[in-house]
């Protein structure tokens, strides 16, 4: 089983950059896909971006494309949201997740979750 703990949400000013990780228990890591989620107030959870196990595949939502970048250190067991020209709807609580299954691109396959990290950008 992989537990997950992210870290790296706060407050920044629209148009900057943040980094957000997630660091992985656990030794099967690299056999998991990982995800990033968030879930702004009032709204559904939206799927942000996910990676493969094996670096080859990713996916990102329309609404974070050119934006954001996922990416992933097996060796260290963490998975990366580097978040560049945020913006005020980037505001969310941002969710870590794994998943072992081949269909990682749909976002109902992920079953191990985080407990969040805020991000809250301000206009």
């Known amino acids: 089983q992989v537990q997950l703990v992210e870290s790296g949400g706060g407050l920044v000013q629209a148009g900057g950059s943040l980094r957000l990780s997630c660091a992985a228990s656990?030794?099967?890591?690299?056999?998991?896909?990982m995800g990033w989620f968030r879930q702004a107030p009032g709204k559904e959870r939206e799927f942000v971006a996910g990676i493969s196990w094996d670096v080859l595949g990713t996916y990102y939502s329309d609404s974070v494309k050119g934006r954001f970048t996922i990416s992933r250190d097996n060796a260290k067991n963490t998975v990366y949201l580097q978040m560049n020209s945020v913006k005020p709807e980037d505001t969310a609580v941002y969710y870590c997740a794994a998943s072992n299954d081949l269909r990682w691109s749909s976002e109902r396959f992920y079953n191990l979750w985080g407990q969040g990290t805020q991000v809250t950008v301000s206009s």
């Open positions: 656990g030794r099967t890591f690299s056999s998991y896909a």
